[in-house]
């Protein structure tokens, strides 16, 4: 039996499966269901269910083998040694099926590109260049109102943000849709804090763990990209592309959230001198957020942050998404060369605060697209 799990292990592992039946029967359908069910029910304790299984791991793999050990006498402990290999192998092999079975299998769904009215013609320098500057209107205009109230804290954002999470889904054509999980401050928070780690999924329990020290005008978008985790979008920048649209959906500090997360993904594909001219386009608030931000990942720890993202990308390529942690850089393609991503710019733009901040050229950019955004639908 242990033989038989080891090798189903390696097979779910290397047997192709196809894309169109993991989205169609599993992502779009089982998963959901199941998903409806974990999460509300991890959702009923603040402790973080992964922070006990990183405890009982840690604490209980050593144990169980010095008690086997122990247990099996002198002149036995070689063979008691490779039994209790082959057990900690079945054991991995079950953890990995589960883990494939209640979220994994999510990494080899169709691309959001295959579902959505995506053009890959859209995405050039000139439009890079454009939605970057917007972007620092955008900035220059939510930052005074984002910041007039009081941040949202996590336990507070599912019902701020909730509504705008279930209405993006329905915008990307699902008929199930995934619910809100309550964010979860972890025992891990040290590490993600070295590791430069903002947030991540437990894919045994379906919930939601969140950096402590992320900034409060950070929260709304890193809980928003979890949530599309949730929501079985496994892939980083697909993540990052729901997580923007949730919070371009929801209210203005949500929105606010969005472009400090999209700006500096925008600006490192432009020449220095762009970059410089947009930086010096920013208000004093904005300015300082971003200097918080740059201070707080500061703290991470370079060494810890390699050895982080060397992992990572192991564990994303072994997932079979072959550009490993570069994925989280696609979203600026998502953004730009997708109607909804042009859909979700062109929806603010005849707001009172993005009127009164805009410059003319870029109100005129606006304006025609909004109007081929007409013609489009």
Same mark, same amino acid.
């Given at each position: 039996m242990r033989l038989l799990l080891i090798g189903m292990a390696l097979g779910l592992a290397v047997v192709p499966t196809p894309a169109a039946w993991v989205e169609s029967m599993y992502s779009r359908h089982t998963y959901l269901i199941s998903q409806n069910l974990l999460t509300p029910l991890s959702s009923l304790t603040r402790v973080a269910l992964f922070d006990v299984l990183i405890v009982i791991g840690v604490v209980g793999l050593p144990v169980w083998?010095?008690? *086997? /050990?122990?247990? #099996?006498?002198?002149?036995?402990?070689?063979? #008691? %040694? %490779?039994? +209790?290999?082959?057990?900690?192998?079945?054991?991995? =092999?079950? +953890?990995?099926?589960?883990? /494939?079975?209640v979220w994994g299998l @999510?990494?080899?769904?169709?691309?959001?590109? *295959?579902?959505? $009215?995506y053009q890959p013609q859209r995405v050039t320098p000139l439009a890079l260049a454009d939605l970057a500057?917007? *972007?620092?209107?955008? /900035? @220059? =205009?939510?930052?005074?109102?984002?910041h007039a109230e009081p941040w949202s804290d996590l336990d507070a954002l599912p019902s701020a943000l909730g509504p705008a999470f279930v209405s993006v889904q329905r915008d990307l054509g699902v008929g199930r849709t995934a619910v809100t999980?309550?964010?979860?401050?972890?025992? /891990?928070?040290?590490?993600?804090?070295?590791?430069?780690? $903002?947030g991540m999924i437990n894919p045994f329990s379906l919930e939601i763990l969140i950096n402590g020290s992320v900034l409060p005008f950070e929260r709304p978008f890193v809980v928003a990209h979890e949530w599309a985790h949730l929501a079985g979008y496994a892939n980083e920048s697909e993540a990052s592309f729901v997580g923007w649209l949730t919070c371009l959906t929801g209210p203005p500090p949500a929105r606010y959230s969005a472009w400090i997360f999209l700006f500096p993904h925008l600006i490192r594909h432009l020449d220095p001198q762009q970059q410089d001219e947009l930086w =010096?386009?920013? $208000?004093?608030?904005? +300015? %300082? $957020?971003?200097r918080a931000v740059s201070e707080r990942v500061a703290e991470a720890v370079p060494v810890v942050r390699r050895g982080a993202n060397r992992v990572y990308d192991q564990y994303l390529k072994a997932n079979r998404v072959d550009e490993g942690i570069a994925s989280y850089g696609a979203v600026v393609d998502l953004v730009l060369g997708s109607a909804l991503g042009d859909a979700a710019i062109t929806s603010y733009r005849g707001d009172a605060s993005f009127e009164s901040s805009a410059s003319p050229r870029f109100l005129s950019i606006a304006r025609q697209a909004g109007e081929r955004l007409s013609e489009y639908r």
């Open positions: 083998w010095v008690l *086997a /050990l122990r247990r #099996s006498g002198r002149g036995r402990r070689l063979r #008691s %040694a %490779a039994r +209790m290999v082959l057990n900690t192998a079945t054991l991995v =092999a079950v +953890m990995y099926v589960v883990f /494939l079975l @999510n990494y080899r769904r169709e691309p959001l590109t *295959a579902k959505l $009215d500057g917007e *972007a620092t209107v955008r /900035l @220059n =205009a939510l930052h005074p109102v984002a999980g309550t964010p979860k401050v972890t025992l /891990l928070t040290p590490y993600f804090r070295r590791a430069g780690v $903002d =010096a386009q920013l $208000d004093d608030g904005p +300015m %300082a $957020d971003f």
